[in-house]
């Protein structure tokens, strides 16, 4: 049995044939810790605040206001004590569903490496007040930040999220990617044992289908409390659109039955830039990539590797079968398979090593090397939990056997690149050509890149949808480090869902090291279990030499501290993400030594220099609880399908119909429908509507809402 103050999501489907309407209900079986994941007190700024892109001078601060008119005035205010008494800015913001009614604010004026509180407030109710803080100029000894990517609502808790928030000792918190993840409810990474399942039910192609995704990740209290404590600057991933997305098209995207990409695209840029504490761009609409100064410490380089320049790559190809086939596979074996004994160990090797190597282009006894190195590497690493290095010949004989025998036609040595890629840019030759300004430009001590996918090689696993699939580039950008000497460079990545960290090399020469910040959430081997990632770990650290340390099945985060002398990343490690508020658990520390590319590993965590502002005070808005809240009607106008984003706070029969301009009854979508507290989403069908002004009314036994809609 699971704590009984344990959350859980348990999702129903009603369908009424009658009214042509879907209702997909989410729902609570506990009332303790987390039962303000829909905290009435919000309202109505349900979804809390947040604030982003600080510069040494301004920072952006947002929110969202739940409403049924049809414009909103908000007013906010910024200032330097968390009781908000001394103000030192403030102003209006008019709001309307053209922006899903979201508040976006880019303050100006402020003053350097300060810590800032800010609100929001209409009709006397007031936001959660929120914490931000400016970038330092100057003379910087130390700058901290939270690294964190890839948070799966479905696969899990947002503990990492929920320990960064406790934290008073970083400057921001950067996000990689993969804030949200576009799949229907039940579907990727999914369990039923935890029962977190998505809004809306179906993946997501609309604009409205994103608001709702977006609108109800935010209504998690674990990132609303995040977003509350600590400045964001986030670069996106796939998932923000849909999975291996790039500038043409996704591997989750069919155009003959999910319609045009650049429509959907553009849909996932609109949703994002709303919801997102991201300023906007003045050169291009919805161009992501830029640069934060931290003083003379360190440029922070944000990159866009997934949308803006990338083309489609040709995804090597090393087996008859899928990617899915061989992972159903593997998970098979580990499961039916005893790996207690060496015995055993080698034994499942035998069944899984024709999925990666293929035997007919090496001999019998070169095979009985490979075989008999992995499971003694496997065994070790079983009972003693460590890494046992190969050195020497048996390494270089050991490498030389790997590659020839390898199904994986990129196998990617240092220097040595593949040329299987359609197209040579993974960034574009305008972000490309701007990036190496950047580098070549920069006076900081640092250069810190955040990036979304894994520049250093993965030798013996495929991962062209990396900077593997672009090694013209990165051999491109490797060799103008090198020819200019830019030194003290490191790398940011997330996307992979597991803990890495290794040097980039060029000719055998270190040009950056690599920091891999494990899943917030999102799965890894953890679905396999132990003994795949023993195996999995062995594979990895005899292929890849460059590569310093790897867990493949932990979720968590990383404090990334920088100072003059070093830049140390520091692992923590979330006890369990299957239910909330687990703790967490201090894993490795790693280091790079400035003017001297090379990793180390600390037996510590890091020590922040500085001192950093008290959390926000608390806010009591004296509330009429209401048996409903509608968060939002997506899309107004309405053209096919239309949605209805809400929350019941207490258990209440619901009506809601359909009404013409004069008043006419068209339909009934819910009539007396008994609907228990959680958060629901019904989605309606208008085609048989004519085009035209109709009125939905919503009704409960003490409330009615009444909203005009336009069909198309």
């Not at 590797?305 to 998970?331: F, H, L, N, P, Y």
């Not at 199904?407 to 197209?423: E, G, H, I, Q, R």
């Not at 967490?584 to 400035?594: I, L």
Request: glycine share 6%.
């Amino acid at each position: 049995m699971r704590k009984c103050y344990a959350f859980f999501l348990l999702i129903s489907t009603l369908v009424n044939a009658q009214q042509d309407a879907l209702l997909t209900k989410i729902s609570r079986n506990s009332t303790s810790i987390i039962d303000d994941f829909f905290d009435p007190s919000l309202a109505p700024f349900y979804h809390g605040v947040a604030s982003g892109d600080p510069t040494e001078s301004a920072v952006i601060i947002w929110t969202r206001i739940t409403t049924n008119t049809p414009s909103a005035l908000v007013n906010w205010k910024v200032a330097t004590d968390p009781t908000m008494l001394n103000v030192v800015k403030n102003g209006k913001f008019t709001t309307d569903d053209a922006i899903d009614f979201t508040v976006k604010v880019d303050v100006t004026d402020l003053n350097p490496n300060t810590s800032y509180y800010y609100q929001f407030e209409t009709s006397d109710q007031y936001s959660i007040i929120g914490k931000t803080r400016t970038a330092p100029i100057g003379n910087v000894s130390n700058v901290r930040f939270g690294v964190v990517s890839c948070s799966n609502f479905q696969n899990g808790y947002f503990n990492g999220y929920q320990e960064l928030a406790n934290r008073k000792d970083i400057d921001a918190v950067l996000h990689l990617g993969d804030y949200i993840y576009e799949y229907e409810s039940g579907g990727y990474g999914y369990d039923s044992s935890i029962g977190r399942e998505h809004l809306p039910a179906n993946e997501i192609i609309t604009l409205a289908d994103y608001r709702v995704r977006y609108s109800y990740y935010r209504l998690d209290a674990m990132l609303r409390n995040l977003h509350q404590q600590h400045p964001f600057i986030l670069i996106w991933d796939d998932h923000e659109f849909s999975n291996d997305a790039n500038m043409n098209g996704a591997e989750n995207h069919d155009p003959v039955t999910e319609g045009s990409w650049n429509d959907r695209k553009n849909n996932a840029y609109k949703a994002y830039f709303e919801w997102m504490p991201v300023r906007a761009n003045t050169i291009e609409e919805y161009r992501l990539y830029r640069t934060f100064s931290y003083g003379d410490l360190l440029d922070l380089i944000m990159l866009d590797t997934r949308i803006q320049g990338r083309d489609e790559v040709i995804t090597a190809k090393i087996s008859s079968m899928t990617k899915k086939e061989r992972k159903t596979i593997i998970k098979s074996l580990i499961k039916s398979t005893s790996l207690n004994t060496i015995e055993d160990i080698k034994a499942t090797l035998i069944q899984v090593t024709p999925l990666f190597l293929d035997k007919d282009k090496i001999t019998n006894e070169e095979y009985e090397l490979v075989l008999n190195t992995f499971t003694k590497l496997a065994y070790d690493y079983k009972l003693y939990g460590y890494k046992n290095n190969i050195s020497g010949i048996a390494k270089e004989k050991l490498e030389a056997i790997l590659q020839k025998a390898s199904l994986d036609v990129s196998v990617k040595n240092n220097s040595t690149f593949s040329t299987n890629a359609t197209y040579t840019s993974i960034l574009g030759i305008e972000q490309y050509n701007w990036l190496i300004n950047e580098l070549g430009t920069s006076t900081a001590t640092w250069r810190i890149i955040g990036n979304q996918v894994m520049m250093m090689p993965y030798n013996g696993v495929t991962t062209d949808d990396a900077w593997d699939g672009y090694p013209e580039e990165r051999n491109s950008l490797l060799q103008y480090i090198n020819d200019n000497n830019i030194k003290n460079n490191v790398v940011l990545t997330g996307d992979i869902h597991s803990m890495f960290t290794g040097i980039v090399e060029h000719d055998n020469i270190c040009q950056a090291v690599e920091f891999i910040v494990p899943s917030i959430t999102s799965e890894n081997l953890d679905v396999y279990g132990g003994v795949a990632t023993w195996l999995a770990e062995s594979w990895t650290f005899v292929n890849n030499w460059h590569m310093y340390d790897v867990s493949l099945d932990a979720h968590g985060y990383y404090i990334l501290d920088v100072k003059n002398d070093r830049v140390q990343a520091d692992w923590y490690n979330m006890n369990d993400i299957t239910t909330p508020n687990s703790g967490q658990t201090y894993f490795k520390s790693w280091y790079t030594d400035k003017d001297n590319c090379n990793l180390v590993e600390s037996k510590t965590p890091s020590e922040p220099l500085l001192s950093y502002g008290d959390f926000p005070k608390s806010i009591n808005n004296n509330n009429i609880t209401k048996d409903y809240v509608i968060i939002g009607v997506y899309p107004n106008p309405v053209y096919q399908i239309g949605n209805i984003h809400y929350v019941i706070n207490t258990s209440t029969l619901m009506n809601i119909t359909i009404y013409d301009a004069n008043g006419g009854k068209i339909m009934d979508l819910l009539k007396n429908k008994l609907h228990y507290k959680g958060v629901y989403n019904l989605s309606f069908n208008v085609e048989d509507l004519r085009s035209g002004v109709y009125f939905l009314k919503v009704s409960s036994v003490d409330q009615v809402y009444n909203k005009k809609i336009l069909v198309k």
